[in-house]
Structures are given as C-alpha cells and as structure tokens.
C-alpha cells in the first residue's frame, strides 16, 4: 500500500460491514435488552433506533440530543429515550467508526460486563469499510478550551492525534488519587481503556437502588468499591488503576456526541464524571463550529 492510499485510508469515514447483535440486561433499568449494530451510510453519524416503539424513532448521538447525566448519559428524542450510552458509543470511536446504526429493543443497551470490550469485539468481528470518497469529519480547535466546575477541570489543546490525561480524585483510601494517559490507536484502546469496568462505591448502592438507578447492576458488570476492599467478581481487578481507565472510557464516550473525529485534540481531564464530560463536549464542539465558519479554514474543515 502506497503511503498516499494508507492516508487516504486513514481519513475516509467508516462504518461496519455486517449487522452483529448483543443481549443482556440493562445496567440502570435492568431491563432485557437487544443490540444491533447495522451498517449505515456516510455522513449519516452515530444513531440509536427504538425497535420497541412505533415507527422504530431514531434519536441521533449527538450533544443536542443528552437529556439527562445522572450516572450515565442518556439521549432522547419526543418520547423515545436511551439510557446509558456512553460505553457503546466509547467502543465505535475506540474503533474509528463515523457511521452507525445501533438498534435497541429496550431504553438501555445491554451492561455486558460493564466494560467497552464486548461492544468493541463485536464491532470488530463485523468488519470495518470505509467510505473513499467521504472524508472524516474532524474536531479542529485553534487554540486552548477549557471548562470548570465544583473542582473539576478540563483542558483541550490542539494537537496532532487523540490524547487523554485522566485525573480521578476521591476522599476514599483505596482510590485517593489515580492517572492514566492514554493515546488513541485501536490496539492500544481494546487492550488498555476498553475492559476497564464502571464502578460505584458500596455506600451508594442503596440510594443508587433507591432512586431507580443501578437496577441491573451486580458484581458480574461492575467493581464495588467498599470501605477497605474491593468486591469484584471472581476475576477480580482487570487493572489496578482500572477505575481512571473506565473514567476515559465514558470521556470517550460522552465525546463521541460530538460527532466528529476527535484526532486532532489533547485533553486533559480532572474529576470527570457524565454532566461535566458533556459541558466540556458543548464547549469543544462551540470552538471547532466557530473555526470553520472562519472562510479560510471553512475550506478545509467542511
Ligand atoms: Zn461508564
């Protein structure tokens, strides 16, 4: 392969190949659960279908369409909502993958494991192409954006590839204070950030339980954090740092809303949880949309 057929490889949109399904319950709802993956077409984005609802409604991945950030992202649209979708949507950028249809038969993707790795190892076994004459859609800053609140901090430079700086920060002797950097590539992706678990810790599973979250959840899709141990189940910690791993997990995810290829940022991140990953997402998103209305970069970055 010339370099220039690598390059022009490396900058076309993508989606699958095959359909490919996964079943499971749901981690919040704990509802039973279906998930499809089907090939779309370019320029058609990240979207999730309600096949449970009449007239199958799609509601996009997009940052416009997050109604709520509590403990997960969900997305909705009119009626039709999605619960949880960071870890799928963390998978298909993990991956490269610009376009994609992802059918549920329930208002939350399966936990799986509570990890990214079943949905990027389906993603995978279902073939990537790309689209040769539809190139990526790239997130370009021009200079530094940067968000805080209640002592969480985010930083985003341009840069030459994708980068994540990840600071967890948490008043708990077994996880005081973890980081991980990570630098985007797929290999690099499935074996370090993509089987790192969600987690809680064991004083909030009750009121988690309580107001309706964590329904699904269980020591089989996720690590609880007790006061002076770790409950895992049998495999125990993939990781030893495996909890700042998964927060660049969701980073990931919650980014994707973007909808853009996020090759060409570095970011460092401090305390980061769902609502604040989806006001930094907003505040990215504002910087490239008010780059390329610039005419000079307009031409380039369409
Ligand atoms: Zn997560």
């Avoid at 329904?215 to 495999?235: C, K, M, Y």
Wanted: glycine share 8%.
């Amino acid at each position: 392969m010339s370099d220039r057929t690598s390059r022009a490889k490396v900058l076309a949109q993508t989606t699958i190949v095959e359909e490919r399904s996964l079943e499971g319950i749901g981690l919040h709802t704990g509802c039973k659960t279906k998930l499809t993956f089907r090939p779309a077409p370019a320029n058609s984005g990240i979207r999730f279908f309600r096949t449970d609802l009449p007239g199958t409604p799609m509601i996009p991945a997009r940052l416009g369409f997050v109604v709520a950030t509590v403990r997960g992202t969900n997305l909705g649209l009119h009626e039709a909502k999605v619960h949880t979708v960071e870890h799928v949507l963390s998978a298909a950028t993990g991956l490269g993958i610009d376009n994609l249809d992802i059918l549920v038969t329930a208002n939350e993707p399966p936990a799986m494991d509570g990890s990214a790795l079943p949905f990027f190892q389906t993603l995978l076994q279902a073939g990537l192409k790309t689209f040769p004459e539809a190139p990526k859609r790239r997130l370009t800053i021009a200079e530094e954006v940067t968000y805080e609140d209640k002592g969480s901090t985010y930083r985003a430079v341009p840069c030459g590839h994708f980068e994540i700086d990840a600071t967890l920060i948490h008043d708990h002797p077994l996880v005081p204070r973890l980081s991980f950097n990570f630098r985007m590539d797929s290999g690099g992706y499935a074996a370090q950030v993509a089987p790192a678990r969600t987690f809680c810790f064991e004083h909030e599973v009750q009121f988690l339980k309580s107001q309706g979250l964590a329904q699904g959840g269980s020591l089989e899709n996720a690590v609880v954090i007790g006061r002076d141990r770790f409950h895992t189940n049998a495999e125990g910690l993939r990781f030893p740092d495996e909890f700042v791993r998964h927060k660049i997990l969701d980073l990931i995810g919650d980014l994707t809303l973007i909808g853009r290829s996020l090759f060409g940022v570095k970011i460092e991140a401090v305390r980061c949880g769902h609502a604040h990953n989806i006001e930094f997402a907003k505040r990215l998103n504002a910087a490239a949309t008010k780059l390329r209305r610039q005419p000079a970069v307009a031409a380039e970055q369409r």
